[in-house]
């Protein structure tokens, strides 16, 4: 079989994924061990929830949790913590509209089959899909833990699951065949547009060598701080960099600083060069940048047609626990159901309510 090594040639104008990362919604963990006497804090579910259902209903295609999220800062080391992206994926899930959610997972600590399990149970009533992230894996560590999600994604699917999208991060040669074999959306972190240009044709080229008709999206990591002026997005953006360190989770990624204009600037530039087939957004603070992507900058990538524009009219409607329990309830009045189905209709409705 002849594969191609060129792209396709195409005149249509670029059109963008855009993702948005939101780990830093969860606990911090930073400050554990410092002092017995700092309380435990905990998540706020329902604020992420209510973050991914508007940056849903903005254009955003889906919400990331990276493996650093946490929903608890407990001093006591909880060996199951790395489970965490997962479950709050899980728990927002009936309240997060048709968002994507894709939870992050480290290789070597998580449990693939408890993962599948948990992604599972993601409740799709509203069109919401999954992705898994898998992190910290490269050369023969990443084939053999990319093997094992195909197998436990697989056997969840039987289960009358859809199989979540697997992302991965490219970042050097050998990543490239592995990528294009398996993931489905591929993560660079970047700041070099020649270079991220050449590991997308890789990783593209990787795909149809491995006869995969369905392209790879390979997404660059965007890490943004939006203000009135440039000048005042540069000072908040060093305050940023100040606050979060060397070790911040952004290091390394493409910088966007400055008004809405100059983000959709730096987005448009690389998308038109072929540099990426859409961005993760790591937005510099939260709410502020946040609010300046959903409210500015993807309207504006919309408008110049480099992001679908989804109407109202289209939108799920989201149901709140209660309107569910009337919904269930008039279902009841209408069909004639036996106790087990009633006990599997109430232990659905039992998990859509968010801690």
Known sequence: MTVSLLPSRTSDSPRATIGLDLTGLGVSTSATGLSADLPVEKCDLARLASYTRAAHHSGVAFVALGEDFRLRSDRAVRRDDWLDPVVAARRISPHAGAAGLVPGV??????????????????????????????????DSLARTLSGVTRSLTSARAQRSPRPRVVVSVSAEQDVVLAGEHADVVRIREQDLGWARELRYAVRAAARAAGREDDVRVLVDLHTVVSTDRTSATARAGLIADIDGESAS???ALQAYGTVGDVVEVVETWLRAGAADGFVVLPGSLPADVAALIKGVVPELQSRGLVEERSVTTRPTVRRPAEAGRALGDRRARTSVGPAATRRSADRLATATVA
Do not use: H
Request: charged residues 15%; negative net charge.
């Open 250 to 252: 952004w290091a390394g």
């Open 106 to 139: 480290p290789v070597g600590r998580a449990d693939l089959g408890v993962v599948a399990g948990e992604l599972a149970q993601v409740s799709r009533e509203n069109g919401t899909w999954t992705g898994l992230q898998i992190g910290g894996a490269t050369g």
